[in-house]
């Protein structure tokens, strides 16, 4: 069975809550990621640069919004 996730931009003003080691301006955009349950698993950072960071967390580097989110959701189920 394929599971359903969302995927929704976070406002900026709540940006400072889920950035770590980045700086806003190099971010273009966070992403919500929500899972079949409807609660969020995680957030995925995207830089200016169009690399995707799950998190937060600048020492993983994702080539892809998919790529990211599918780690992201893989590292969820592990912790389950």
């Not at 809550?17 to 950072?45: E, K, M, R, S, W």
């Not at 892809?64 to 592990?78: R, V, W």
């Amino acid at each position: 069975m394929e599971e359903t996730i969302r995927i929704r931009p976070v406002d900026q003003s709540h940006w400072t809550q889920t950035l770590q080691g980045f700086q806003p301006d190099q971010i273009q955009q966070i992403l919500a990621v929500y899972g079949a349950d409807g609660l969020v698993v995680g957030n995925i950072c995207e830089s200016i640069e169009g690399k995707y960071y799950i998190n937060g967390q600048p020492e993983l580097t994702y080539g892809s919004l998919q790529a990211a989110a599918g780690a992201l959701l893989k590292g969820e189920k592990e912790a389950q």
